[in-house]
């Protein structure tokens, strides 16, 4: 058996190359940006108007003056007009060009206007007041948004500004989320009492919406000619097999042989952890293609899912890894076996401190899926010891 880091090295060292396509701007929010994200013009644009007002030339309110004529109104999105007499003001609106012989702009707050003279009421005015200046927040072809970034909404937002109608990312990995076992049935049909509903490969499917993909479902029965046909079909037009059941020592257990019959290369088969002990990862370099074959139990699938498939596909898509966070225990813990344990948990601020804490919420092991519903986060704790104390601090995968 290998240990939790050598496992995640192994997953981490086989990504796989993904090319790029070229998408809407409505359809990037979620992806990966593949191309450098340059401003076109300065950023504001123009000297901009930031509050409804009027706009004066500062050196004639510092000389004492206080009434202005108004000489008109200048809304956003008109062409710059000028002051035709340098010592008048003119109404200017939020997103509008600075005119032309103003430079300061006070909001209609502090000025009363009657018959087209407005008169200032306050006695501290700085000069380009209330005015965004052209360039101050970004200059033309600087560098804004860098390759290998996840688009949010903020990134939408930028790019929108800069013109770009449509983006060039990370294109997605066809992905095929297996479940296996003669004892599952579908979400919408009534089990027998020996059988169970599948929740793993849903589970996943949803999951994996963080990433924008759309994985297709497929299930095979506990039989060793069908788990190799059905792989065999699967994989011919699929990058990733996510499969969920079938890897441990069971007589019904036909996954990695299944695997290895295929020309898949076993990379990994059991790690030094709990749950998800009998995780199996392999993969088809020549064709770009690995398959990670989880345990079926929920807890474990969801573990293993959480701890090494997504570092890989952040990899995969270009990402850089995830923060690392980490959390204090909350209370003494015990866990005997030479493995690591991921520990569930449901983390909370600590008031004085404002850390991360966590307090286990440990369930009925990897079977029992409805704690889930409970914790937030698994606490990763290391196999060389059995006792974890309080106040200790460790490494957390956190799902919600
Ligand atoms: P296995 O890894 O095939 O030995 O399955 C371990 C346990 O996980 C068994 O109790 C299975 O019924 C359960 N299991 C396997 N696949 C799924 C699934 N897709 N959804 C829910 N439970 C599952
Ligand atoms: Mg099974």
Known sequence: MISVREALNTILNNTIPLSAEIIPLEASLGRVLQEEIAADRDFPPFDRVTMDGIAIG???FKKGQRAFTVEGRHMAGSPTVSLKSLNNCLEVMTGATIPTGTDTVIRYED?????DIATIQIEEVNPLQNVHRQGTDRKASDLLIKPGTLITASEIGVMATVGKSEVRVTALPKIAIISTGDELVNVDQQPAPH???KSNVYTIQSALNTYCCQAELFHIADNKEATVNEIGVISETFDVLILSGGVSKGKADYVPDALEEL??????????QRPGKPFWFGSKPESNKVVFAFP????STFLCYQKYFKPWMRKSLGLPSQKAISARLSEDFYFKPELTYFLQIETSSDPSTAQLLAKPIEGHGSGDLANLLFTDAFLE?????SEFKAGEIFPVINFK
């Open 58 to 60: 500062h050196e004639f």
């Open 111 to 115: 000025v009363r206007i009657d018959n």
């Open 195 to 197: 059988q169970i509903r």
């Open 263 to 272: 020309g898949f290369k076993k990379l990994l088969h059991r790690i030094k």
């Open 296 to 299: 079926g139990n929920p807890v």
């Open 381 to 385: 704790l290391p196999d060389d010891r």
